[in-house]
């Protein structure tokens, strides 16, 4: 393959992953903009172990049946609670290849005992700093959406301090190395200082901001990609890293601005380091109002307007194809249903989204909070199904809790509110939630798809 066709090709992915980040932007077309990132991204593989003579036909098409089968079986049995675990593991993974590509190279250099030219130098050093930093991170972000370890902000003193001098420390040993780069034992230096970097920086963040730090971790998998493309002078993973950390940035922005939180203050404000108990197991004498499957069904089923609010309770019961039934339902008799978005709903960028995709809910009913805001003072009923920060009044008003100024779902502004939730715990944020001791709120406990099983039930015994 001559380099004038590799470099087409490489411009033809490039191509594809741009028209693919584009349609992932909306529900409706994100399916066939992920065929189309795919489909670049295999066309980039290819063409590179081809014109760099790096490996067989046969050993291409071995590798790609065995990565479509380990992929597949992912993507079947991986439950939906479990995705953002597996998001992170994959940025982990990503970080943690550019870091040994870049380890790759330098070796090469070094066995080869030729010198490294100055921009090599630099871009090797950072594909390490940050691809070390990104896998070690993600594996610490995976271990607290697993509950491997706390899912609380760790925090201890002088914690930033000692960041600070880890972060002082990879920075001047990447300028030693780039002076003198025949140094095996810095580069070891450097790769264990940016690992327990990553460790240390995302310790302190709580189970709240996790989608946050997941688009982050994304956004950095993406830079040390195309910090790797440089090393190797590989222009197809340029393109692709730069174009993933550009918009991991960008999500991460939007994921800050609708929990009304800098990023700087998501990193080291070590939010939700603590956890009110209330409820049930906790003291609290507030008054809450409950309600029977009976009566959630028939105030569904004389609504002229429903809005369904999910959350992570929503993926742990596995309740989506209950939801679409009940929505389905409802639908026939006249009821019309919609369903609010919360960009940070969930534990992952978009999670509510691929959720209710995957119980095939219709695209134009999923309205994003700007959206539906406006809507709930003509709702008759808002449905919450396991989601709480999201949905706390006490953003709009209480100055004295975290979540102050975060933009919320308006669900207090429906005639009537139904919560379904197992128990009176608070969130992730670990905040007493007050739109559950409102007058117009009623409870309804149990496993969301238990209930939604006997609401549907219900419905259909009214006629």
């Given at each position: 393959?001559?380099?004038a066709?590799a470099k087409?090709?490489?411009l ?7 028209f ?34 790096i490996?067989?036909?046969?050993v291409?098409?071995?590798g790609?049946?065995v990565?479509?089968?380990i ?5 079947r049995t991986v439950?939906m609670?479990?995705m ?7 940025n ?24 490294i ?7 090797i050093?950072?594909?390490?700093l ?9 594996l610490?972000a995976?271990?607290?959406l ?17 960041n ?6 990879t ?7 780039v002076?003198?780069?025949v140094n095996?034992?810095?580069f070891?230096?450097l ?8 460790i240390?920086?995302?310790i302190?963040?709580g189970?709240?901001d ?9 956004s950095y ?6 910090m ?8 197809g ?25 800098s ?16 409820g049930p ?12 499957h ?5 105030m ?11 959350g992570y ?7 989506q ?16 249903v ?20 995957e ?12 959206q ?11 449905v919450?199904v396991g ?5 706390n009044?006490?953003?709009r008003?209480d100055t004295t809790?975290p ?8 669900v ?32 309804l406990?149990?496993?969301?798809k238990?209930s939604?099983?006997k609401?549907?039930?219900?419905v259909k015994?009214?006629?």
């Amino acid at each position: 393959m001559t380099a004038a066709l590799a470099k087409l090709c490489y411009l033809l992915a490039a191509s594809l992953f741009i028209f693919g980040l584009k349609r992932l932007s909306s529900p409706a077309t994100a399916r066939s903009g992920n065929w189309l990132a795919s489909v670049g991204m295999l066309i980039a593989i290819v063409v590179t172990l081809l014109f760099q003579g790096i490996l067989t036909w046969q050993v291409i098409l071995i590798g790609m049946i065995v990565g479509s089968l380990i992929g597949a079986t992912f993507a079947r049995t991986v439950k939906m609670t479990a995705m953002p675990q597996m998001v992170a593991l994959l940025n982990g993974f990503g970080g943690g290849a550019s870091a040994v590509v870049a380890g790759a190279e330098y070796l090469r250099y070094l066995h080869a005992g030729t010198e490294i030219p100055i921009n090599t130098g630099i871009t090797i050093q950072l594909s390490i700093l940050v691809g070390c930093l990104t896998f070690s991170g993600s594996l610490i972000a995976f271990g607290k959406l697993q509950e491997l370890v706390t899912g609380r902000a760790v925090t201890f003193p002088l914690q930033k301090t000692l960041n600070a001098l880890i972060l002082v420390g990879t920075l001047a040993l990447i300028i030693w190395l780039v002076v003198e780069p025949v140094n095996p034992t810095l580069f070891l230096a450097l790769a264990g200082l940016a690992f327990a970097l990553g460790i240390m920086a995302v310790i302190p963040i709580g189970g709240a901001d996790m989608p946050v730090i997941i688009s982050l971790l994304n956004s950095y998998s993406g830079i040390a990609a195309a910090m790797t493309g440089f090393v190797i002078n590989n222009e197809g993973l340029i393109i692709g890293g730069a174009l993933v950390g550009a918009s991991g940035l960008i999500l991460t922005n939007i994921m800050c601005k609708a929990m009304n939180r800098s990023l700087a203050n998501v990193l080291f404000g070590a939010f939700g380091a603590t956890v009110q108990e209330i409820g049930p197991g906790g003291p609290t004498d507030k008054t809450y109002r409950s309600l029977t499957h009976e009566d959630a069904a028939t105030m569904l089923a004389y609504a002229r307007q429903v809005v369904i609010a999910p959350g992570y309770g929503l993926a742990v019961s596995q309740a989506q194809h209950e939801v679409r039934e009940l929505a389905d339902l409802l639908q026939s008799r006249g009821v019309t249903v919609k369903y609010a978005i919360h960009p940070v709903a969930g534990r992952m960028p978009g999670h509510m989204n691929v959720l209710l995709a995957e119980a095939d809910v219709p695209y134009d009913q999923l309205y994003d909070m700007e959206q539906i805001n406006p809507d709930f003072e003509r709702t008759d009923v808002s449905v919450v199904v396991g989601a709480n920060d999201v949905v706390n009044p006490a953003a709009r008003h209480d100055t004295t809790s975290p979540l102050y100024g975060m933009p919320i779902l308006d669900v207090d502004q429906a005639d009537h509110t139904i919560v379904m939730k197992r128990s009176m715990r608070p969130g992730f944020a670990g905040v007493d939630n007050e739109l559950f001791y409102e007058p117009k709120t009623s409870m309804l406990f149990g496993d969301a798809k238990d209930s939604f099983k006997k609401l549907i039930e219900e419905v259909k015994g009214l006629g």
